[in-house]
């Protein structure tokens, strides 16, 4: 099973640290009252937590500065008016909440082949071009019953659609931008999607767990 | 009319087309079914010994009017429960078959909650049925889990919800036996019925709690489960001597009702257990759903790459084969006449395959008349440059003007090979995100580097074996080119687009293609070279072009450059 090849990635270290068992073993906790959210990765659980190395720091692509601009152009904090930007600890709630409830789903808006480099856990990889209703209609009306929504007589109903939430690599990448304009274009409403700004980058930065496909 | 027919099939189908959202919520109430059978059956007992009479009389009417409302719904369909009627005859006969035993089973029922027919003998019907009924209802949720094979049963715990929601059937099944027992009908099997259930419950708790392989259950892992397990667990163990106690005290109604309780809670606890297994296994199939999506997305996406990818390499076949033409003639490396075959069968394969399709090579025809009208007009010009290098080849280089058609006339065919890239590239580029337009300027432009490693050999060759004077300004400019590119592609260049190159990996490949590059470039500015010289740069020439490959494809698999 492909999932059986993901696995516990964590920032810069090669070895992940295990997993603890109280919350007093936890220096490096997310909030002073959430030390880590365990999360349901295709029927494993996953532990979302802050690396405890206090020493560690960022030696991968996301410790880069600079990015030609364009494309990888600074993104507005509120890109789309109605879309709300969230931080860390709305996204942590945002999977204790909603995604384990299944009322609401993470999307990693990037192209596999990031996603595949690490991701949130219990995020969903849907690469922002397949949501482009002018060149991707085809696969569109396929994504989003998956999503709850349902066409009614020729037309998409969002009364059942999933909350989103939807990131990319940082504030420097427009994939996830992209995505959120295309879903706005479809009709999907504005406060049913959530902006996370600070991405793989700022989520690394605060050395929390990434989920990676092995290669 | 026979338009009309058609319609009205189509219309019929599409009513009884099942969302994978209306199936499951079939098999939930379908599975929900088997354990009313059993909570009927006790309802029916606890009214017939009179305990909490008014509360089980109501309870009784409930689960038997909601199982006789369900089992309708799965056979006509149902708005308010959200069923959808299937087309499955086999699933249509096998709910015809419950519906028989259950007619007379209701029949039974309602005589017993209106007080109108409470014997020995009634009882003796329920206990006789119950079980029938339980196992076709059973046989019914088999075959509706069945239609939910797509990939489901590959899924982490995709059994333990089955086994979780006929823990909820136990229950009352188990409640049922001790009534059966204390009142005593059916005495002796109703208490082998009983133990033989408690054991199947402690086994398949056990399972779901610690794993089994022979049940096909996988160990619940995910925290919330696990705990609502424990919470089942431990209202279960408190039944159990509640139940060791109301065998022994048949008489005692209290303890009956609070043993009939417990095991209430027991199912209600379970019942919980299966809801947060559907939890995860929906969101399982949901990711199983988008990746398989995506993946015929994505396939549909390298493709095109896959396309663009094989016409600039056609590109440089068109070099290298002029090259190996020569090589051919010089004698100074034994293979260059066999390779030129190879490299010829190559450019008139990849050619069809654009043409006609090619499985080998995984290609269909190209659609766009545009790149029809340039694949006919490369093929005037491929035919006999075709034959000419066969000539070369079968001649061992000894055909002098197969090979000064070729040296007159490999820049026209690569000038319509490149003119292919362009039509394939603005064609399919219109399905390129801001991404990989990005990303395909730094491709292209590595890709040609590959051309030039050829051209630029081919070039030296012309002009030291065969005298062609005019080719020097052709390879300085062609030097030059592969000069500039290379260090645009390491150090960027304002001028040719190009940022500087930080991922790793491509940097360490570049600098390997530099570090070759630095040592052979000497030799293709040198205006003599020796034989030795020669032979070596000719042997040097697939390397680097094979460098370039790897850096090429380094990166249109890299993220960043």
């Keep these: 099973m492909i999932f059986k090849k993901m696995l516990v990635w964590c920032v810069g270290i090669t070895l992940c640290i295990p997993l603890m068992a109280n919350q007093g073993e936890y220096k490096v906790k997310i909030t002073p009252k959430v030390p880590y959210m365990d999360v349901d990765v295709m029927g494993d659980v996953v532990r979302v937590q802050r690396i405890q190395d206090l020493k560690h720091k ?3 692509s996301y410790a880069k500065t600079s990015r030609p601009c364009p494309p990888f152009c600074v993104q507005p904090f509120t890109p789309i008016k109605g879309i709300k930007t969230i931080g860390e600890v709305e996204l942590v709630d945002f999977l204790k909440n909603e995604v384990n409830n299944n009322t609401g789903v993470i999307i990693d808006a990037r192209l596999p082949k990031w996603y595949k480099q690490g991701t949130i856990p219990g995020a969903i990889n849907i690469p ?8 991707s209609k085809e696969y569109l009306e396929q994504v989003l019953p998956i999503l709850g929504v349902e066409k009614k007589n020729g037309k998409w109903d969002f009364s059942h659609a999933q909350n989103l939430v939807v990131f990319d690599n940082g504030p420097w990448c427009q994939q996830g931008t992209m995505a959120m304009k295309h879903l706005v274009n479809i009709g999907y409403p504005k406060d049913k999607i959530k902006y996370y700004r600070g991405g793989m980058q700022y989520w690394q930065i605060l050395g929390l767990t990434v989920l990676k496909q092995d290669k | 009319m026979k338009k009309l027919i058609l319609i009205a099939l189509i219309l019929l189908s599409s009513l009884y087309a099942m969302s994978d959202k209306e199936l499951a919520r079939t098999i939930d109430l379908a599975g929900k079914q088997r354990m009313l059978t059993q909570k009927i059956s006790k309802e029916a007992l606890l009214v017939f010994m009179g305990i909490d009479l008014d509360k089980n009389v109501e309870n009784l009417k409930k689960s038997a009017a909601l199982f006789d409302k369900t089992l309708n719904g799965l056979m006509h369909g149902d708005k308010e429960l959200g069923l959808v009627a299937t087309s499955n005859k086999e699933i ?22 209106s007080f109108n027919d409470i014997t020995d003998k009634t009882f003796e019907y329920i206990d006789k049925n119950n079980l029938k009924l339980l196992k076709r209802m059973n046989e019914a949720v088999f075959m509706y889990a069945n239609l939910n094979k797509s990939g489901a049963n590959k899924l982490k715990m995709a059994h333990n919800i089955n086994i979780a929601g006929r823990q909820r059937m136990l229950t009352q099944r188990i409640a049922k036996d001790l009534l059966l027992y204390q009142s005593g009908v059916n005495t002796k099997e109703s208490l082998e019925d009983l133990k033989k259930m408690q054991e199947l419950f402690n086994k398949s708790l056990e399972a779901l709690l610690e794993g089994d392989k022979k049940l096909g259950v996988a160990k619940t892992t995910l925290p919330k489960i696990r705990k609502q397990l424990e919470l089942a667990k431990g209202q279960w163990q408190s039944c159990q001597s509640l139940i060791k106690r ?18 209430d809670k027991t199912k209600d606890e379970m019942n919980k257990a299966v809801k947060l297994y559907t939890l995860s296994l929906n969101r399982q199939k949901q990711v199983l759903k988008l990746n398989s999506l995506i993946g015929n997305f994505l396939n549909q996406k390298s493709n095109s790459k896959h396309v663009i990818n094989l016409a600039g390499k056609q590109r440089m076949l068109t070099q290298r084969i ?5 090589e051919c003639k010089e004698e100074l490396i034994p293979t260059s006449c066999k390779a030129l075959e190879k490299f010829v069968a190559l450019y008139d394969k990849t050619l069809n395959g654009f043409k006609k399709g090619d499985k080998e090579l995984k290609l269909t025809p190209l659609k766009s008349p545009n790149a029809q009208k340039k694949i006919k007009e490369i093929e005037k010009v491929w035919q006999p440059f075709k034959e000419a290098a066969i000539k070369v080849q079968n001649s061992n280089g000894k055909d002098k003007a197969s090979l000064e058609f070729i040296l007159k006339n490999n820049e026209k065919l690569l000038k319509l090979s490149n003119d292919l890239v362009s039509i394939l590239e603005k064609e399919h580029g219109k399905d390129l995100n801001y991404i990989e337009k990005a990303q395909l300027k730094i491709v292209n432009l590595a890709g ?6 050829q051209k630029m050999t081919k070039e030296k060759l012309a002009i030291l074996s065969l005298k062609m004077t005019d080719y020097k300004s052709k390879l300085k400019k062609s030097v030059i080119l592969f000069n500039k590119s290379l260090n645009g592609l390491i150090k960027g260049s304002k001028e040719l687009g190009l940022p500087k190159v930080t991922n790793e990996a491509i940097k360490k490949q570049l600098l390997k293609v530099e570090s070759i590059w630095n040592k052979v470039r000497p030799f293709y500015e040198k205006d003599k070279l020796s034989k030795k010289e020669l032979v070596l740069l000719l042997k040097v020439n697939p390397i680097l072009l094979d460098e370039m490959n790897k850096a090429v494809s380094l990166i249109e698999k890299s993220t960043d450059y």
């Design chain 1, 58 to 60: 960022l030696t991968n």
């Design chain 1, 128 to 135: 922002f071009p397949i949501l482009n209703p002018n060149k």
């Design chain 2, 92 to 113: 249509q006969n096998k709910l015809l078959e419950v519906k028989k035993l259950w007619l007379p089973f209701y029949k039974k029922v309602k005589d017993i909650y």
């Design chain 2, 246 to 263: 109301a065998i022994k005290d048949k008489k005692n109604q209290e303890l009956t009702r609070e043993t009939i309780e417990c095991l």
């Design chain 2, 322 to 326: 002029s090259k190996l033409a020569i």
């Design chain 2, 448 to 453: 040609r580097q590959r051309m030039l490693t």
